[in-house]
């Protein structure tokens, strides 16, 4: 396959007038990749003057979410020339709960990202669990592998700050890339780039490497061009949220309602297959939403955004969820969980994130995953890139499913049985009236629901949840 080398405008960079700096050089035909500073204030990308070559690289990431930025991030710290592509310009939303257990704070840490209060985290002791007429609040465990905490930041933030992290690390970031098809060889089927439209004119560019992560989220493109379609026995959530204002913004417990009731009539009150949560956001509002399965008869008929409006109705009225004190429009989005795509690999294409389906069917947790499963990816390719042959680099990187499944596949099998299990409203409405009023067994709970254990020296119910996930189908 011809390479084609029509020049592009410089990757997002900060605004110094001395211009890009550069890190240590790869391997890479494109040569250095930029290690600028990077800014909260970016120029638009169709603004930099050409620079020729600029579009090859040892691994293209498209998508500039946790997945990708993690990926990314690592991937440069190890010395490959990358190019992180992100479809929209940051700031940007994403539908979130914004909340961050224990297993996301660890990879924030290997990030090297400033956690402290005073750059603008909330902190979290653990959390706080109503239904059955029970309230109980439990601290996230003590443990060797995770921090005693989780933390709270809005997406729109939080997202760029992962990827001004990667950008900073080396990757060479392109905003507003909205990446189409993927180049594909035909003698082999191999992926070996992909055609994006770039900057507000949407010039139509491509971009070559001989691997690329997917970390463009559920819907994921890019995956579908290449064969890979979701599987239709896995669970799928939905999640919708909004803001208010509320004097409840600094609560240090993220709080979760396992009961979620259908009030609107005519006819008696429904318990719907759900859960509800309310996180401080420290800055005056409060993110409210509900989290829905597929596994119920529910699903499809309801419309959860009105659910949501109605579930807030029935709140305390100095908690300030009412319609005047909504400060942004209800939105949703789907949690594709547990391997809902796969394989995780294949001709040159690795799933990361949400495009793999690694979001935890327990607790529909993402964030924590996506970044992992960066972590995991990098570490793969960056042995794969350090082997002489291709059929060497091929097998390195046939791994990446076999860990991905050794890691979490026993876990995610216990989580779709307990996703089947509580499809069932009456299930859920039982277990937390008889649950909630033993707080050892709401300990076990937690740990089990949040994967927070240790894996070697851990207590009694880490052993227990450990041993479940050993033997469980690594499906």
């Known amino acids: 396959m011809t390479v084609e080398t029509e020049p592009l405008p410089e990757p997002s960079e900060s605004s110094s007038p001395a211009g890009p700096s550069s890190s240590a050089e790869s391997s890479s035909p494109a040569g250095p990749s930029s290690s600028a500073e990077p800014s909260s204030s970016v120029e638009p990308s169709s603004s930099f003057e050409p620079f020729a070559g600029n579009n090859t690289a040892d691994v293209i990431v498209v998508g500039a979410g946790p997945a990708g930025s993690t990926t990314a991030y690592h991937l440069a710290k190890a010395g490959l020339d990358v190019l992180l592509l992100e479809k929209t310009e940051f700031p940007r939303e994403k539908v979130c709960g914004d909340g961050l257990t224990p297993r996301a704070v660890k990879q924030l840490v290997a990030m090297g990202i400033d956690i402290s209060e005073e750059a603008g985290w909330l902190r979290n002791k653990g959390l706080r669990i109503i239904g059955g007429g029970v309230r109980l609040q439990l601290d996230w465990p003590d443990l060797a592998s995770f921090p005693d905490y989780g933390l709270v930041r809005k997406r729109d933030d939080f997202d760029e700050q992962l990827a001004r992290q990667a950008q900073k690390a080396g990757a060479r970031l392109y905003e507003r890339c909205n990446v189409g098809a993927p180049l594909v060889d035909d003698r082999t089927g191999r992926i070996t780039g992909v055609r994006a439209k770039l900057g507000e004119d949407k010039r139509e560019v491509t971009f070559h490497a001989p691997l690329v992560v997917a970390a463009d989220g559920n819907s994921t493109r890019l995956s579908l061009a290449m064969g890979l379609h979701r599987r239709e026995d896995r669970p799928m959530g939905v999640a919708v949220r909004t803001y208010f204002t509320s004097p409840r913004h600094e609560d240090d417990y993220l709080e979760s309602w396992l009961e979620l009731w259908d009030r609107r009539g005519p006819g008696e009150d429904r318990l719907l297959p759900g859960y509800g949560w309310i996180f401080g956001m420290g800055d005056g509002t409060s993110n409210v939403g509900l989290g829905v399965l597929n596994t119920s008869d529910s699903f499809k008929e309801l419309d959860w955004r009105e659910v949501l409006k109605a579930w807030c109705a029935s709140m305390p009225e100095d908690w300030g969820y009412t319609p005047e004190n909504m400060t942004g429009p209800i939105r949703g989005a789907a949690l594709p969980m547990a391997f809902n795509r796969q394989p995780h690999y294949t001709k040159g294409l ?9 979001v935890n069917p327990f607790n529909g947790e993402g964030i924590a995953y996506a970044m992992e499963s960066g972590q995991i990816a990098a570490d793969v390719i960056v042995q794969a890139h350090a082997r002489a042959t291709p059929g060497q680099r091929e ?38 009236q008889r649950g909630l009023t033993h707080p050892m067994l709401m300990k076990f709970t937690l740990k089990l629901l949040a994967n927070l254990t240790d894996p070697t020296g851990g207590d009694a119910m880490d052993r227990l949840i450990n041993g479940l996930s050993k033997v469980a189908p690594k499906a």
């Open 350 to 358: 690795l799933l990361v994130g949400d495009a793999g389906g690694l």
């Open 395 to 432: 097998l390195a990187l046939q791994r990446y499913p076999r860990v991905l499944k050794d890691t979490y596949g026993g876990y995610y099998t216990l989580g779709r049985a307990f996703v089947k299990l509580i499809g069932n409203p009456k299930v859920m409405k039982i277990a937390a």
